[in-house]
């Protein structure tokens, strides 16, 4: 896109996604060795905080030797948006020389994006967030000499 001063290009990345899958495990085995999954005994609540993003009082162990009724990716982690822009302007030295100016900006507002909240049924940081995914806030800077 053209800006109207001067002969200035700007570019922008928008990216929007929804949360991902993951499914709730329980810290300690019930089968005997293999991965277990709890029980679902109540609704199933997003307080969608860091410190609690979903309700860890709606799983429970199962019995032992048997498995739990929880599926597969039952629950969502926090979706994540990022944008992306650059800005940029060919000098035209002579015909068939020229420099072009490129300034970028990686995630320019600095938006945080956050990890997968703990998903073990028995730790107690269940259903936390504890860390970040993708980069800061990143510039970069351009010079390009065509000829």
């Given at each position: 896109?053209?800006?109207?001063?001067?002969?200035?290009?700007?570019?922008?990345?928008?990216?929007?996604?929804?949360?991902?899958?993951?499914?709730?495990?329980?810290?300690?085995?019930?089968?005997?060795?293999?991965g277990?999954?709890?029980?679902?005994?109540?609704?199933?609540t997003?307080?969608?905080?860091?410190?609690r993003?979903?309700?860890?009082?709606?799983f429970?162990?199962?019995?032992?030797y048997?498995?739990?009724?929880?599926?597969?990716?039952?629950?969502?982690?926090?979706?994540?948006?990022?944008?992306?822009?650059?800005?940029?302007?060919?000098?035209v030295?002579?015909?068939?020389?020229?420099?072009e100016?490129?300034?970028?900006?990686?995630?320019?507002?600095?938006?945080p994006?956050?990890?997968?909240?703990?998903?073990?049924?028995?730790?107690?940081?269940?259903?936390?967030?504890?860390?970040?995914?993708?980069?800061?806030?990143?510039?970069?800077?351009?010079?390009?000499?065509?000829f």
């Amino acid at each position: 896109m053209d800006l109207v001063l001067g002969g200035w290009q700007t570019n922008g990345i928008l990216t929007v996604q929804t949360g991902q899958p993951f499914s709730p495990v329980l810290q300690t085995s019930t089968t005997n060795g293999t991965g277990s999954r709890p029980d679902v005994v109540g609704q199933v609540t997003y307080p969608r905080t860091l410190q609690r993003w979903f309700d860890p009082g709606a799983f429970a162990t199962p019995a032992p030797y048997t498995y739990g009724n929880a599926s597969r990716n039952s629950l969502f982690g926090p979706g994540r948006t990022n944008w992306d822009m650059s800005l940029l302007k060919n000098f035209v030295i002579r015909e068939e020389m020229r420099f072009e100016f490129r300034a970028e900006a990686f995630n320019v507002f600095n938006h945080p994006q956050f990890g997968l909240p703990n998903q073990n049924i028995g730790n107690s940081q269940v259903g936390s967030i504890t860390s970040t995914v993708g980069n800061p806030r990143q510039l970069q800077l351009g010079l390009r000499f065509q000829f």
